[in-house]
């Protein structure tokens, strides 16, 4: 019947999309992977009530969005226990794909828009996700500390690093010392210069072989002690 063929066609579209997450991260969980898989259908239908991915960048997903936050896994393997706070999480990333990649680590996304947080909460829900918590809070107002800050080009660096500062803990457990992960694009030149004798900069294009990775996207990692 026309709707079994459009439910085959739907899944088979959805498996393909999945194919580019486990294609770098071969390891997930079934859990895991049924869980990136229901991110398609609650992001569309989140997205046509709450604008928080652009419209037309919503076939683009599991690409530009999903895989682009995992990046982060590429560089650090957060160990249990982690503790990490995604900075202006907009409707969950990097924090959700994060979250669902180690599940033993703690996600405290906060945003200054309200109803962004209520995607992401909501999402995280409906994945069954208990390892995250998202909360309507400017990083001014966020004093609590963490293991790492995580965020997708929300400001300029400088900027950022000012308002991060109080929030990292002192005391270390991962192969890389506490401090911020971002995902960035651009020409980077003047934002690193403050930090160019402690800057650490992955060019995406490293990890992941989609042209879209090939635009002068990195990571940028500060430690901060």
Avoid at 41 to 55: G, H
Avoid at 169 to 182: D, F, I, S, V
Wanted: hydrophobic letters at 40%; one cysteine or more.
């Amino acid at each position: 019947t026309y709707k079994e063929n459009l439910y085959f066609c739907i899944i088979k579209s959805i498996t393909k999309m999945i194919d580019i997450i486990t294609k770098y991260f071969p390891d997930l969980t079934d859990l895991q992977c049924q869980q990136y898989e229901m991110l398609d259908a609650l992001y569309r239908d989140w997205n046509s009530k709450i604008n928080v991915i652009s419209r037309k960048d919503i076939d683009n997903l599991y690409e530009h969005h999903v895989l682009h936050s995992l990046a982060i896994a590429k560089v650090l393997r957060f160990k249990p226990s982690t503790e990490i706070l995604d900075f202006g999480t907009g409707g969950g990333f990097p924090g959700i794909p994060l979250a669902i990649m180690f599940p033993q680590c703690r996600f405290h996304l906060i945003d200054g828009i309200g109803k962004k947080i209520r995607v992401a909460t909501e999402i995280s829900k409906a994945i069954g996700l208990t390892n995250v918590e998202a909360l309507q809070r400017r990083g001014e107002e966020e004093t609590r500390k963490f293991d790492f800050v995580v965020s997708r080009a929300v400001m300029p660096l400088p900027d950022l690093m000012k308002l991060i500062r109080k929030n990292i803990r002192k005391e270390q457990h991962n192969a890389l010392p506490n401090g911020l992960l971002c995902l960035k694009g651009g020409d980077l030149h003047e934002e690193l210069k403050p930090f160019k004798n402690i800057v650490e900069v992955y060019p995406l294009n490293d990890f992941f072989d989609e042209e879209w990775y090939r635009e002068n996207k990195k990571i940028i990692y500060v430690p901060i002690g």
